[in-house]
């Protein structure tokens, strides 16, 4: 039975949860509230933090003797204790996962039954010392830091079943090849009393295994594996096909279906070398975004939308996404499966967190395996993104904040020392068929000097877009996989900046309600330079694709030597907010859209980018590369280069086959800088039977400084 739709809803507070849970609490002047939502989306609540006291009345008929009820909270943002009838069941905690209750005995002492669910989402008022599992949706800069996803967020519905009931089932697929794929299975049985049952496993409806357990009184953890033969492989989409399995488990008592519960999955195996990455054997570079949710308020998300943002991840040509600082709603996961797009997926710790959360992060980490296991395209579990919690841009470009940066990379602590590493093992223990990694974005550091992927700002943060490149020949190892680079642009979407108080804004109220950072634009694109708004958004978005072309375009080059791929910093908009984003909240693309669907082209040629000013006779020395990502040869492979400036050009010509997932050097341009003052001009074009590529790349000659 489903309880969605209208409930009551009112501010919490003691005599309310002494009087207010019961069936005579009269609350027919409560504001009413819609189920699935968050409480900020309805007016009565738009500036709650919570608590709030969700009531419901309704009706059941009687409930056989042989069979048991459940109340199940499909999704609570982020606390919850839960009534029925006035009786206390049990508390939850966790926005991702669902919570079910036992509510037999109850359901059967009449018809008429009212729920009670006090939802808590505290506010959290800092980057660090956060006490909520609840990741990028709370005090993020991506999201108004006053946003509070507090509410029912999915359904709330009453199941029944047999004598034994599935409350969780992980399927994971251990190893896959043409001849063979073995899947693991386990599943949280909750019995009535010790007993005697049969589980049954089909695969696409074909009974694959059946076996006797007994089963003791409450929770019983049951744990085998089946074996598929002949199967058909899951592909990511640049490699093959996205055929699915649908695997089913029956509890059987007596002959009857007690409970069941059904998995998609694929078949494939996954392996990582030194941030490498291969499916099924071949080797892929990763070529990504981080992925942020769809909207601010999960609920507020239809699964077309959701849908829509992985379809554009394959319109760019990308290849993965990572889940940033999230975990999403289900057809994002559904989506990705069906696609074929790679999913690196982050569990939703973001910055610091206070000790206290060590014990919830365990076990969510576990729930996290049991939601999602079964989707072949989850590559990988990250178990805290950014845990130094001091990025520079959160506490402004000081020296204290870049010495706070450098320790807190260096120096034990006990987020990335001690909560990270319990929260590793946790995926690693549910979940041995994939890498997880303890952190995202940690520099190498004693004893190891190993660190993990990489978040670098080159341009924005700190120093120069070109010190990608000087780092790079400097220390590779911390290039072999990018998981975070860009630089905000202001959206064409703008409406919650007033355009007309330019150069006047309400930098301040940007700041904070939409993640504008005006410090560093006042750098990297200063708004007093320009006379107006829009001359100013469009500037910064040329910024932003210039930038992540370059990013790109290096790591390419870079192809498994070492780089293993990227994750750019990032796709889609949550909220209208000024921020890293290509696409903005209604998905109209920035400049930075076509920069980065051009850079992610099956094949590209590229050149070393020429430094911003050249000086006459300057001797200019730029390699040429061709990357090939596609699984064939690009055969007879010609690529023009010509260098032109005022009242003059030269040209080169090379040519060759370029293998299969293969980058090739095709050679170097050099040229004696003309005299002739001005710009300088280098444009290449690849041309291989009806391919056809094009690329350019300008500087300008001037005279040195005395």
């Known amino acids: 039975m489903d309880l969605n739709g209208v409930w009551r809803a009112t501010p919490a507070d003691d005599d309310l949860r002494r009087d207010g849970i019961g ?12 189920v699935p939502s968050h409480w900020r989306s309805h007016p009565e609540f738009a500036d709650s933090d919570g608590p709030l006291l969700y009531r419901r009345r309704f009706e059941l008929g009687e409930l056989p003797d042989d069979r048991r009820r459940w109340l199940t909270l499909d999704g609570i943002f982020y606390q919850s204790d839960v009534w029925l009838d006035g009786a206390y069941l049990g508390d939850a905690e966790g926005y991702f996962a669902p919570h079910s209750f036992d509510v037999t005995a109850l359901s059967r002492i009449g018809d008429e039954h009212v729920v009670a669910i006090e939802v808590v989402c505290s506010p959290q008022h800092s980057h660090r010392g956060k006490r909520n599992i609840t990741g990028i949706f709370q005090h993020w800069d991506g999201i108004d830091r006053d946003w509070n996803p507090g509410g029912i967020w999915r359904s709330v519905h009453l199941y029944d079943t047999g004598p034994a009931r599935i409350d969780r089932l992980r399927v994971l697929c251990r190893d896959a090849d043409d001849a063979r794929a073995h899947v693991l299975l386990r599943a949280a049985v909750d019995c009535d009393q010790g007993r005697t049952v049969v589980i049954r496993t089909f695969v696409d409806g074909e009974l694959a295994n059946e076996s006797e357990q007994r ?9 085998w594996g089946i074996d598929i033969t002949n199967p058909s492989l899951w592909w990511p989409r640049t490699l093959g096909g996205q055929p699915l399995t649908t695997i089913e488990v029956e509890i059987v008592i007596d002959g009857v279906v007690s409970d069941a519960r059904i998995r998609r999955t694929g ?8 941030w490498s990455c291969s499916v099924n054997g071949e080797r892929l570079f990763l070529k990504g975004a981080n992925l942020l949710p769809t909207r601010a308020g999960l609920a507020d998300a239809t699964p077309t939308d959701m849908r829509r943002d992985v379809e554009l991840a394959v319109e760019a040509g990308l290849d993965a996404l990572r889940v940033h600082g999230h975990i999403a709603s289900r057809p994002v996961y559904d989506a990705a499966d069906e696609l074929g797009v790679l999913l690196l997926q982050d569990f939703p710790l973001q910055w610091g967190y206070a000790r206290s ?15 999602l296991g079964h989707h072949p395209s989850i590559i990988q579990w990250n178990a805290h993104n950014d845990p130094a919690a001091v990025a520079i841009g ?46 995202s974005g940690v520099l190498p550091h004693l004893p190891r000097l190993d660190g993990t992927d990489s978040h670098f700002y080159f341009g924005w943060y700190h120093g120069d877009v070109r010190d990608v490149e000087r780092l790079a020949a400097a220390m590779p190892r911390v290039v072999r996989f990018m998981s975070e680079f860009g630089a905000q642009a202001v959206p064409d979407t703008a409406d919650f900046i007033d355009a007309d108080a330019w150069p006047d804004l309400d930098w301040d109220m940007l700041a904070t309600r939409h993640g504008l950072q005006k410090w560093v634009f006042d750098e990297r694109v200063p708004p007093d330079e320009f006379a107006t708004f829009d001359a100013w958004r469009l500037a910064t978005q040329k910024y932003q694709a210039e930038l992540l072309r370059h990013h790109i375009e290096l790591l390419r080059r870079l192809k498994y030597r070492p780089a293993g791929g990227f994750c750019m910093f990032a796709l889609n908009d949550p909220a209208p907010v000024v921020s890293w984003s290509v696409l903005d909240h209604e998905r109209k693309p920035k400049l930075g859209w076509e920069a980065l669907k051009r850079a992610c082209e099956p094949v590209i040629v590229v050149a070393d980018r020429p430094p911003e ?25 010609v690529v023009d280069i010509t260098a032109s400036w ?24 050099t040229l004696a800088v003309p005299d002739t003052l001005g710009a300088l001009n280098v444009d290449l074009i690849l041309t291989a039977g009806d391919l056809i590529q094009t690329n350019k790349y300008k500087t300008a000659i001037t005279l040195p400084p005395d």
Not at 23 to 34: N, Q, R
Not at 267 to 274: S, T
Not at 404 to 433: C, G, I, M
Not at 646 to 669: H, I, L, M
């Open 646 to 669: 005022a009242g003059g050009s030269r040209r080169w010509r090379f040519g060759g086959d370029v293998g299969p997932d293969e980058c090739v050097r095709v050679g170097t341009v």
């Open 267 to 274: 078949l494939r195996v996954v392996a990582w070398n030194d």
């Open 613 to 637: 000013v050249v000086a006459p006779g300057e001797k200019l020395s730029l390699d040429v590369h061709v990357v090939n990502d596609l699984r064939q040869s690009v055969e007879g492979a």
């Open 394 to 439: 959160i506490e402004g470009d000081t020296t204290r904040s870049r010495l706070r940066y450098l320790a807190a990379h260096q120096l034990p602590t006990w987020n990335r020392t001690v909560l990270d590493r319990w929260v590793k093992r946790s995926f690693e223990h549910a979940d041995p068929t994939r890498l997880c990694v303890p952190h």
């Open 23 to 34: 069936l005579t609490t009269d609350d027919a002047d409560w504001p009413e509230i819609v």
């Open 357 to 371: 959360v060590r014990g919830q992060a365990i076990s969510q980490a576990r729930e996290a395996v049991d939601q």
């Open 215 to 223: 089963l003791a009184h409450g929770q019983n953890d049951v744990r």
